[in-house]
């Protein structure tokens, strides 16, 4: 019971755990637990400590950092296939000697770039033993489930490209270069050579079956290999590319294949038939003079014999001389990359073969292997292009559109000129890109981000928003909706409902109001970048017993220029003005909101001209009043002459005068101008909940 009572509730490592916890225990227990527990936790802690540093190291495959590192790889692979066919450069013909040597230069530079692109293949194979993978069960829905156990990792991986990888990167072709130098020197070129294609031809294999599936992974994970539109184009180019130059590589071995059978054919009833006496370094110089006056190089329409030797499509290379030792490396490479890129490119036509089998059998691969490049890596460096311009394509679909429907509805040509000009503006704006419907498939916290993006420091230049906390302006960008006006459009009118509330963020606006069409009445304003317009619908929406109609306009509001702003909608103001509520005791909201007001600016003008017509009407009752005071003075005062009653006569006269001209401006003033002031708008800071 005592040992059930105890609870231990602070979490401590392992050590501490082990030392005073479970010690304490064993004293009340009778050591049962000290030697039970205690190597347990031990034994769990190593073991979950070791298994979570195993976790740890593992890389999700559609992390960004894979993804970057795979197309990395997919591109260093491609660089390294356009390696290998180096080797087959190797192998040339002596000229002055006529025999077959190796270029020790080129040996030493193909196997030093070879053996750095197989690095890009270790670094590949150890990724792999990390990489984790997901779960085939697990796709039902969403990514699915990432394992990361290590040992399930390696036997997936063991028992899929594991064989293909290292068939890949055994560097069979620097194996055969180191085992040459043992070797006598004369049998060296003539085994070599075979052996170099052999092994070249054998691992091309593995690495191009290794290449489909890892792009077929990138594009599948992330969507794309290349970012943009002329990087794809260029990736297929240069597919095409590598392509002609691993053809004319095969076309240099096979032209210097053709020679050496010309050689074995003409030593064929000979004494000197061994391999060895075609290699240099034989030291036969019988031989070479007897191969110096053999197989001319003869055009297959000219050859009238059948003892002479028909080089077919390897006619070219050999007059070129192209093969021979004397021509550096360079002259020999694009040399024959052109001849390979001519041919691939016309399918083959134009090759005039021989009867030999495996000439015949490489003019065949060269049409099939040129007719499917043509098919798809130009039609996808075609798509690519094309690509760029799509947008531009899908724009003048949508103007001829407009075009006919225009037509068909004869619609007038200044109502055809507005048209055309909101198209236009809304291109130079977006580029054709629908930006709210791309917004709206986002997740909610991703389009608030970047609608607070965009708007945030458009909305801090609205003077009524720049001291809002972060908190309103969050709700006001969600629901704000970005709208373009062209030039001379009506976004309102007086008498008609508000069904939008705008805030202006470039552009200029006239709006003008006659208070309901009073005769008389006439007030105009500018609107510009950073004010507002719509306040009705504010107030309209603050006011919780506001019926369901939206409220009227007092004002039209016409667009000078290109305007462009952001609208909210009533249901959406209604959201975000029951938040509003808790900032209406603030004295600068108030403030803020009267000064901006066009309704308030209009009243207010209003309110100033009135009280300046009381005030002149005072001034002139408290004139008219001083002077009949000095007339009744006057007439106080005694005295008979003739010129003080004459005096008097005319002060008379005058007030008489006065008096009629203050009660005609009393029955005259007030009432039209009372009648001009128009009604003091809703003051929604006086609607408290």
């Known amino acids: 019971m005592a040992a059930k009572g105890q609870k231990f509730v602070r979490f401590k490592d392992w050590k501490s755990l082990s030392s005073s916890s479970i010690e304490h225990n064993d004293s009340s227990n009778g050591g049962f637990l000290k030697r039970k527990v205690q190597p347990s936790l031990s034994s769990v802690s190593d073991g979950s400590i070791t298994n979570l540093s195993c976790r740890n190291h593992v890389l999700d495959p559609q992390g960004a950092t894979l993804q970057k590192w795979n197309k990395i790889f997919v591109i260093t692979s491609v660089m390294a296939i356009s390696v290998d066919p180096l080797f087959f450069y190797i192998p040339m013909i002596d000229d002055k000697k006529q025999c077959l040597a190796l270029d020790g230069t080129l040996k030493i530079t193909a196997s030093v770039l070879r053996t750095f692109f197989d690095l890009f293949y270790i670094l590949h194979i150890i990724f792999q033993f990390r990489t984790g993978f997901i779960a085939p069960s697990s796709r039902v829905f969403g990514r699915g489930e990432l394992v990361n156990d290590p040992w399930a990792i390696v036997m997936r991986y063991l028992s899929s490209y594991f064989i293909i990888d290292i068939l890949s990167i055994i560097p069979l072709p620097q194996l055969v270069i180191l085992a040459m130098i043992p070797f006598p020197k004369c049998s060296v070129p003539y085994v070599g050579k075979d052996l170099l294609k052999y092994t070249i031809i054998a691992q091309y294999v593995p690495r191009i079956l290794r290449i489909y599936p890892l792009f077929k992974e990138v594009t599948s994970t992330s969507g794309i290999l290349t970012e943009t539109a002329w990087a794809g184009a260029a990736y297929n180019l240069f597919l095409y590319m590598l392509a002609s130059h691993v053809v004319g590589a095969f076309w240099y071995l096979f032209s210097v294949e053709s020679r050496l059978r010309c050689w074995r054919r003409r030593l064929k009833n000979t004494t000197f038939l061994h391999e060895s006496y075609l290699s240099c370094g034989s030291g036969n110089s019988t031989v070479q003079s007897l191969l110096k006056s053999s197989c001319p190089l003869t055009d297959p329409q000219q050859i009238q014999h059948l003892e002479t030797f028909n080089f077919g499509i390897f006619i070219e290379a050999l007059k070129a001389r192209v093969v021979e030792s004397n021509t550096d490396f360079p002259h020999k490479f694009f040399y024959c990359f052109w001849w390979g890129l001519r041919s691939v490119s016309s399918v083959g036509q134009g090759l005039e073969t021989s009867t030999y089998a495996g000439e015949i059998i490489f003019a065949i691969f060269i049409a099939v292997f040129g007719l499917i490049l043509f098919a798809s890596l130009i039609g996808n460096m075609q798509k690519y292009l094309q690509s760029t311009t799509v947008r531009v394509e899908e724009m003048r679909i949508k103007r001829r559109d407009a075009e006919l429907w225009m037509s068909h509805r004869m619609l007038p040509d200044f109502l055809k000129e507005r048209i055309r000009r909101y198209e236009q503006y809304k291109w130079q704006e977006n580029r054709g890109v629908e930006e709210e419907t791309l917004i709206r498939n986002l997740p909610k916290d991703l389009r608030r981000d970047i609608k607070r993006h965009l708007c945030i420091d458009l909305l801090k230049k609205v003077p009524m928003f720049e001291n809002m906390d972060n908190q309103l302006l969050d709700a006001l960008c969600d629901k704000l909706k970005p709208v373009l006006y062209t030039e001379k459009s009506y976004i309102v009118r007086e008498g008609d409902p508000v069904d939008e509330m705008l805030f202006i963020m470039r552009g200029k606006l006239a709006t003008a109001t006659t208070n309901g069409g009073r005769t008389g009445f006439f007030n105009s304003f500018e609107i510009k970048a950073g004010d507002f317009c719509g306040e009705e619908l504010l107030t309209w929406a603050l006011d919780p017993n506001s019926s369901s109609n939206l409220p009227i306009s007092t004002r039209t509001v016409e667009t000078i220029s290109e305007v462009e702003a952001f609208a909210l909608m009533p249901d959406d103001l209604k959201c975000v003005a029951s938040q509003f509520r808790r900032l209406i005791n603030s004295k600068q909201l108030q403030h803020t909101f009267r000064f901006y007001s066009l309704q308030w600016k209009t009243w207010g003008a209003c309110f100033i001209q009135a009280a300046w017509r009381r005030y002149k009407k005072k001034k002139a009752e408290r004139l ?66």
């Open 624 to 689: 008219l009043r001083e002077a009949e005071e000095r007339i009744q003075a006057l007439e106080n005062e005694e005295g008979s002459s003739p010129s003080f009653a004459a005096t008097i006569y005319a002060s008379r006269f005058a007030s008489s005068g006065l008096r009629h001209l203050r009660s005609g401006k009393r029955t005259r003033v007030p009432q039209p101008q009372r009648s001009l002031m128009p009604q003091k708008p809703d003051d929604f800071t006086a609607q408290k909940n």
